[in-house]
């Protein structure tokens, strides 16, 4: 009797293995009947990036951190919903400690593998109901360092504090999440420091800071969507300037001392370029915008929402035209699967060349001639920008081919088409995630043009197109 059923099981567990077995799609949702959620979120360049089963609506972060002794002590609580029944699920979270996990306020089961953080509630939760989890943690952060072209990024220590960067998937450096664009979720921070020390967070401060026995803590909180990546809680000592811009958006602008001199000018900077861009792009779609300038060379800056992160230099007007698009092209509207990349970066790119003609410098169709004219053996036109590689995320042609695209469709379609379809764009699927195919669909309803031709010459060959 023992044996056989013994027997049996073994059986069971041998047919789910051989029905999980991968393929080169991998399977974004658990084979049915098992109920565990899937360790990915169904990204087939990024497998083990978010998780399937549920849907993250907020995040509410509490994080203690010691600059002089780099730890880190964290509660994070998430309300979801569960979009599949789920015996277990997984959360992203890479290094640090997992002290304490409950769910729907009940103790429960976790275990640890690579990046992923396994979850087993003491009772099973079902498709389609909300449910919280709660996480305690603690270590100290280990960011992430890409073999590839990706650098540091994440929670990265610094000597005053840290840099927190995550684009694509370091926000699992410092806190669990469902760590992929796809799952956008509302954001509060609670952040305690060393007093002296100031916190920069996402959105807006919704109490003021309060120091007690030698340590402040800061609130922060985001009301709008946020992709993880975007996240940020930098700390260290800054300088700050908060007013309106002068179309009368909150601004909040933070630098390290040693670029000081620099804050009015970045300060001013980014509150006029909000403002210019929400005449081009429509409504701004947050509730502030802003600037961190850190003393961490990081080698590029972040479009982390509200809050553009600059790493180690005092950035000059075109990367903070970048930053700021981004606000629409990547933050407000955020890209489904990371091949889709030149949806931020070209947009953002071709953004630069707008603010360079608006300022009455270079115009853009200067610029796209200037880098037409690399010639035909230039790296950038044997990678096609439509499809950004897992290995070669940032390639420089999903930058600057990806926004020679975009040029290439306003020639195509004309001025007034070309600026309502950028406006109809950001509207129709703000707060949203959105695909390439979705943008090329869009395109061919407003100008009434087959586009197809044009955007896989520009996005999918690997080769540089031809001129009409
Ligand atoms: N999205 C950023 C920008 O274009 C670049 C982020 C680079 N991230 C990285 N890990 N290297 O401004
Ligand atoms: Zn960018």
């Not at 420091?193 to 402040?216: D, H, I, K």
């Not at 803590?217 to 996240?231: F, G, K, N, Q």
Request: glycine share 10%; aromatic share 12%; charged share 20%.
């Amino acid at each position: 009797m023992r044996i056989r059923r013994r027997g049996a099981a073994v059986l069971v567990a041998l047919i789910s293995v051989l029905a999980c077995a991968p393929t080169d799609e991998p399977p974004p949702r658990s084979a049915a009947g098992r109920h565990t959620g899937a360790p990915g979120i169904g990204d087939p360049d990024f497998p083990q990036d978010g998780n399937g089963g549920y849907d993250v609506a907020h995040y509410s972060l509490t994080v203690d951190y010691t600059p002089a002794t780099k730890r880190l002590t964290g509660l994070t609580k998430i309300r979801a919903k569960a979009t599949q029944d789920l015996s277990s699920f997984n959360l992203d979270l890479t290094g640090l400690d997992v002290a304490k996990v409950s769910v729907d306020g009940s103790p429960a089961r976790f275990s640890r593998k690579d990046g992923e953080l396994t979850v087993t509630p003491a009772a099973r939760l079902d498709a389609g109901s909300p449910f919280t989890a709660e996480i305690s943690y603690s270590g100290s952060p280990t960011p992430a360092k890409d073999t590839a072209n990706l650098g540091t990024y994440g929670f990265i220590p610094t000597a005053d504090g840290a840099f927190v960067a995550s684009e694509p998937n370091g926000s699992k450096t410092w806190f669990p999440s469902n760590d992929h664009p796809a799952d956008k979720a509302t954001f509060d921070f609670t952040v305690t420091v060393p007093a002296g020390l100031t916190v920069v967070a996402n959105g807006e401060q919704s109490a003021s800071p309060s120091t007690a026995g030698g340590r402040t803590t800061y609130r922060w909180s985001e009301r709008h969507p946020m992709a993880t990546y975007l996240a940020t809680a930098t700390i260290g000592k800054f300088e700050v300037r908060q007013g309106r811009s002068p179309g009368g958006i909150p601004t909040y602008a933070a630098v390290d001392p040693k670029f000081k001199t620099g804050l009015d000018r970045v300060y001013n900077v980014s509150g006029e370029i909000t403002d210019y861009w929400s005449t081009v792009f429509g409504a701004y779609p947050f509730s502030s915008t802003g600037a961190i300038v850190d003393d961490y060379s990081a080698g590029y800056a972040l479009e982390n929402q509200t809050k553009p992160l600059y790493g180690g230099f005092d950035p000059d007007e075109g990367i903070i035209a970048h930053e700021l698009a981004h606000q629409w092209f990547g933050d407000s509207l955020t890209i489904k699967r990371w091949k889709d990349l030149w949806l931020n970066e070209g947009f953002a790119t071709y953004a630069e060349w707008l603010w360079s003609e608006h300022r009455g410098k270079k115009t853009a169709d200067t610029i796209f001639k200037d880098f037409y004219n690399r010639g035909a053996k230039d790296p950038m036109w044997s990678y096609p920008p439509g499809r950004a590689k897992p290995g070669d995320l940032f390639n420089e042609s999903v930058y600057t081919r990806g926004g020679m695209a975009l040029h290439a469709l306003r020639k195509a379609v004309g001025d007034p088409t070309f600026f309502k379809l950028l406006k109809t764009w950001t509207a129709e699927h703000r707060y949203g995630n959105v695909t390439t195919r979705q943008f090329v669909d869009l395109s061919e309803r407003l100008s009434g043009k087959d586009l197809d031709p044009l955007f896989d010459a520009w996005l999918f060959q690997p080769r540089r197109p031809t001129l009409a």
